[in-house]
């Protein structure tokens, strides 16, 4: 295979033939804490594209814009190139993780409204939490697609939510990547144990890249029942 | 005299027979790096006493309402009694102190637009950044209020700093406290060189408490020099 035109943390991007579309490549590559620890998790490449997939198609659906077109292979997804806004956009139902930290709560207290964090996407500056004026004086958005970001992120979290709470699943958190295609902004990146939290309804117990972070075993079982429960498969 | 009402790292807080008013004693107590760094600047009680006093006067010229009623001694101010909202606002016009570390930009650069920043005021946390999304789940202030604090912060920014180009200081940035005082948001807290950065305008020398953050020396002339230059003085 050919170089890839960006190489990732967790995936490749490679161009294809057509201008307007990339093969995004996932790997079993796991970092967490900005870089510092390192290492990879069996199969978590098949996993997320599968668990990645199928979220897209939910979310076309619902009427969601997204850049997935289709799946090529068992780690291979096409998509449409996108210009990617440099904000991941998280969001949050439950406290947990660095909000946790931030604002003092305990994990697993929910939070009385949904939280909407903005990000700069800079590895250098470790993803720092950033408002609408930075972006503004950055000049990393504009206010519409700020808007837009955030209408499509609560959006996505109310589909995501009451689908996965059928599946006995609790999505605690979850961040988002977003980019400019044709002049239209669209979700992008991916959807999967990797960029969201997700804990079992009854237990409690954690299903996703924390288990990755904080050393609690079982890594690719939990993505494996993520992808069993969300599929059926 | 009495036991202050409450202690806090600059200035101690009494009650008055009027229910509605407090007396504010300004130390010279100087703590930087939340509370890491601790000492005393000579004579900055009286002098951020009597630079705040200028401010809030200039203010009230201009329509800012805030709690300052009149300064009582050298080192006293009457003030309205505020109920503190637990965010702090930071205003910037240039990159420094934090912002330059979050964004990347080397001290001193122009922001091309006004950065507004809001902190939750807890010491115990380190006054993390928060949005208004923070904000409203954590039921720290209201939507309105929230508006009104940035309405309010911008206009003074402008005052401020139209004021303080005349004497040839440029304002980089500063924080700001809230409260409420029967049903309506005052300015409330101080305007100081512990509170804002001021930078000679010509030079670029620093007449703030970064001389004493980053020991740059001859921090109680700064404050001097700063009083001197605002009132002629
Ligand atoms: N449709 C797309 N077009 C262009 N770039 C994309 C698209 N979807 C995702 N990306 C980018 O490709 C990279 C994906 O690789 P990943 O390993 O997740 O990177 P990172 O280390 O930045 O998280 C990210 O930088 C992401 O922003
Ligand atoms: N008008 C007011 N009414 C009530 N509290 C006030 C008023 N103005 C300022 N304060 C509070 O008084 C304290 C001032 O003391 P300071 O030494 O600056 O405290 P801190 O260590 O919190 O910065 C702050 O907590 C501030 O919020
Ligand atoms: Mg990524
Ligand atoms: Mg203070």
Known sequence: MTKPMYEGKAKQVFATENPDEL??????????????????????????????????????????????????????????????????????????????????????RKLPSTVIELYYKDD?????????????????????????????????????????KDKKLELIDFKLEFGVHKGEVLLGDEISPDTCRFWDSETGQKLDKDRFRRDLGNVEEAYQEVLRRITGQ
Chains 1, 2 share one sequence.
């Open 23 to 108: 093969l995004v490549y996932f790997k079993d590559d796991a970092t967490a804490f900005n870089g510092e620890k390192r290492g990879t998790i069996g199969n978590k490449g098949v996993l997320n594209n599968k668990i990645s997939t199928f979220f897209f198609n939910l979310l076309s659906e619902k009427g969601i814009p997204h850049h997935f077109i289709k799946m090529l292979s068992e780690r291979e997804m096409l998509v449409k190139k996108l210009d990617i806004l440099p904000v991941e956009v998280v969001v949050r139902n439950i406290a947990a993780g660095s909000l946790a930290k931030r604002i003092g709560w305990e994990e697993g």
């Open 124 to 164: 250098n500056l470790g993803d720092p939490l950033i408002n609408n004026y930075h972006i503004k004086a950055l000049g990393l958005a504009s206010p519409e697609q700020v808007e837009t970001l955030e209408a499509y992120a609560l959006k996505i979290n109310e589909i995501l939510s009451a689908f996965l």
